[in-house]
């Protein structure tokens, strides 16, 4: 997280004191996790470190900065991509829902855009989980948002880094080629 406040109070949690609820953390309940204040745009870690990297709602937050918000998210996604290792995945939930125009916008501008720059080399696998606009519980009820296409509320992200044979990966080092990314769509 960027906020030393909120990383100060999950340190604290961690380390006995009472969680939100008022019970006490219990250590052998508690997966130990360490907390850093860190810029996630920027982040001091080799590439291929990690097996999962889950996004919260940052990339939702950074696009409310209507001069720097995309590039930031792009910068994001990018170091996500340079950090995951093969194999790994990517989970994001955001707003950004890419059953609808505006979010299989973000898909192409930002998410794929972000996950080539961080590794010009591996393949993706994206799925994209979300409310189905078919949904008998949301029905016709649903709201429509502002372009008058259902709201279909947040999404899912799940994405995985592809290794590629190496013949592949040196062919695409060589000529400046482009990963391949293939998308699926879930509705509930």
Known sequence: DYSKNVIDLLVN?????????????????????????????????????????????????????????????????SEASRLLANGGYLL???????????????VEKVLLT?????????????????????????GDDAADDDDGEKDLGPAVYIIQKVAVPDDKAKMRESCQGTSKASIKFFGY
Do not use: Y
């Not at 907390?35 to 990297?53: C, M, T």
């Open 114 to 138: 972000g996950l080539r720059n961080g590794d010009k080399i591996s393949d993706w696998r994206i799925e994209v989980h979300s409310g189905d606009e078919n949904d008998v519980s949301g």
């Open 92 to 106: 994001i939930v955001s707003h950004l829902n890419a059953c609808n125009a505006e979010g299989l916008s973000w």
């Open 13 to 77: 949690q961690q380390h006995g004191e009472k969680g939100s609820n008022g019970k006490d953390f219990h250590k052998d309940d508690t997966l130990a996790v360490q907390f850093e204040v860190l810029d996630a745009r920027n982040l001091p870690f080799k590439e291929s470190h990690f097996d999962l990297i889950m996004d919260k709602g940052t990339l939702d937050a950074m696009l409310s900065d209507k001069k720097e918000g995309t590039q930031n998210c792009v910068k994001i996604i």
